[in-house]
C-alpha cells in the first residue's frame, strides 16, 4: 500500500490513482491546493502496483541531450498565440493532420481550474496553447493514453517532466506511437490560490472571468463593446511584474512542495523539451527579435524526428545545451524554498487575497524606483549597440477576459 509520509515526495503525477486495480486510490486537493493520493485501505488488496509506477520509488535514467536549438515558427499568428515561439503549436497540428492525438493542459470554463484534456481537431488546439500557471487536475489521462496507443492510434503528450515520467512508469513499455514532450518548469502553484485570485478580481471588476491569457505578449489594458445584445467585453492586461499572483509564483511562495527539491529534473524521460530561450540577443542574437524565441531539446531519435518534421515551417539555429540553459536554470534545477512558504499559506486561508498581496507583495517607493531603473539600464544597453541586432526578452502579462455581470 503506498504511503505517502512526506508530502515534497509526491509530484501529484496520479499514476498510483490510475493503475489501481480496485480504483481505491483517488486524487484530492489538500488544503494548500494540491493533489495527493487517498487509499480507502478496506478495499486494498496490497497488489504493489501503485508503488511500482510511483516515479519517486522507481526513478528512471535520464536521457541526454542530443541536440539542442534557438528558434520560433514562421507563422506570426501562431507565435503571437504562443507562450515562446509556437513549436508546441506546430508539433500538435502536425500530430492531428496524420491522424493522432493530443494531450495537454486546458482551463476550465470558468477559468478557476486546469485539467487534461485530449484534442483530434486543430480547430480545438487553441484550449491546449499557452501556459498556465497552476497545477491540473490529473483525471484519467493516463488511462485515455494507453487506450490510444493500444489502438494503434499516435498520441503527443505533453506535460510537465513530471508528468511525463508518471506516464512512462504507468504504461510500462515502450509504444513507438507514444511521443512527449515537457516544458521546463519553474514549479507548480497552488489552484487553489489562483481561485482565490479569480474571486478576487471578478468582486474587483464586478464581472466575470471568461478567458485568460497567462503569457500574453506586451498588450496594453482595451475596452472591447460587442455588437450583440448589448453585452460587454472588457480586456485587462497586467504586466507580470505587476500581477500579484504572477509575483506569488515567481518567489516561490506558493508552489507545491515537491518542486523545491524537484527528483525529475535530473530523470528527463521525455523525447522533447519545449521553454523559452531567455538571453536570446546573447546567443542567437541574428534570429532574435523581441517577439519569444523557443528554447528546443531534443533527447531522442524520435524528438529528433519531430523537430525534423516542423523544422521547415521555423526559423531555427542550432545552440548549445550550456547556452540555451545559461538563463533558463529552471530546465535542470530546483528553486528555493522560501523561509515564509509555511505562513504563506496559513495566511492564505485566513486573509483576503488584497491583505495577502499587501503582506507579500508590498509595494514601496524603493521597488518603484528599482524597476524605473532597470527599464532605463535596459533600454539604454540596448539602444547602444549600434549595428546589432540586440533586444531584450519579449515582456508579457496576464491579460484578462471578462464580461459583465449586469449591464444595466
Avoid at 514562421?74 to 500530430?95: C, H, N, P, Q
Avoid at 515537457?182 to 471588476?205: M, Q
Wanted: proline letters at 2%; glycine letters at 6%; one cysteine or more.
Amino acid at each position: 500500500m503506498l504511503e505517502i509520509k512526506d508530502k515534497k515526495n509526491c509530484c501529484g503525477c496520479a499514476a498510483c490513482a490510475q493503475i489501481c486495480p480496485k480504483r481505491c486510490i483517488s486524487m484530492e486537493a489538500d488544503q494548500e491546493g494540491f493533489y495527493y493520493p487517498i487509499v480507502e485501505k478496506r478495499n486494498c488488496i496490497n497488489c504493489g502496483r501503485c508503488k511500482a509506477v510511483c516515479p519517486f520509488l522507481k526513478k528512471g535514467e535520464c536521457l541526454e541531450v542530443l541536440n539542442a536549438y534557438g528558434g520560433y515558427s514562421k507563422d506570426a499568428e501562431v507565435r503571437e498565440t504562443s507562450s515562446s515561439g509556437g513549436i508546441f503549436s506546430l508539433l500538435a497540428s502536425y500530430m492531428i493532420l496524420s491522424g493522432g492525438v493530443v494531450f495537454g493542459i486546458s482551463m476550465s470554463d470558468d477559468c478557476k481550474s486546469a485539467y487534461y484534456r485530449e484534442v483530434q481537431d486543430i480547430k480545438d488546439l487553441k484550449y491546449l496553447q499557452g501556459s498556465k500557471y497552476l497545477q491540473a487536475e490529473p483525471g484519467d489521462t493516463y488511462i485515455k493514453v494507453k487506450k490510444y496507443l493500444e489502438a494503434g492510434k499516435k498520441v503527443l503528450f505533453t506535460g510537465t517532466v513530471c508528468q511525463i515520467n508518471g506516464l512512462r512508469l504507468y504504461l510500462g513499455k515502450a509504444y513507438s506511437q507514444l511521443y512527449c514532450m515537457d516544458v521546463i518548469c519553474h514549479g507548480v502553484p497552488s489552484a487553489r490560490l489562483w481561485k482565490k485570485y479569480v474571486n478576487h478580481i471578478e468582486k474587483k471588476y464586478k464581472a466575470k472571468l471568461r478567458n485568460i491569457n497567462f503569457r500574453c505578449k506586451g498588450k496594453k489594458s482595451v475596452n472591447v463593446k460587442m455588437n450583440k445584445a448589448d453585452n460587454k467585453f472588457q480586456y485587462i492586461y497586467i504586466p507580470k511584474d505587476e500581477d500579484p499572483y504572477m509575483q506569488m509564483f515567481l518567489k516561490n511562495y506558493c508552489l507545491r512542495l515537491s518542486c523545491y527539491e524537484c527528483f525529475a529534473k535530473s530523470k528527463k524521460l521525455a523525447d522533447i523539451t519545449v521553454g523559452d530561450l531567455w538571453g536570446a540577443e546573447k546567443i542567437v542574437s541574428e534570429l532574435n527579435d523581441g517577439k519569444g524565441m523557443s528554447f528546443i531539446i531534443v533527447r531522442t531519435q524520435k524528438g529528433q524526428e519531430l523537430f525534423n518534421v516542423i523544422k521547415k515551417d521555423i526559423i531555427f539555429e542550432e545552440v548549445s545545451y550550456q547556452e540555451g540553459v545559461r538563463y533558463n536554470p529552471s530546465e535542470y534545477s530546483s528553486v528555493s524554498r522560501p523561509a515564509q512558504r509555511c505562513t504563506f499559506f496559513l495566511d492564505m486561508d485566513v486573509l483576503s487575497f488584497k491583505r495577502l498581496q499587501k503582506k507579500y507583495i508590498p509595494t514601496s517607493i524603493k521597488r518603484n524606483i528599482k524597476k524605473w531603473m532597470k527599464s532605463f539600464v535596459l533600454s539604454r544597453t540596448c539602444s547602444s549597440k549600434k549595428g546589432a541586432k540586440v533586444q531584450k526578452n519579449e515582456d508579457y502579462g496576464l491579460m484578462f477576459t471578462f464580461t459583465r455581470v449586469n449591464n444595466k
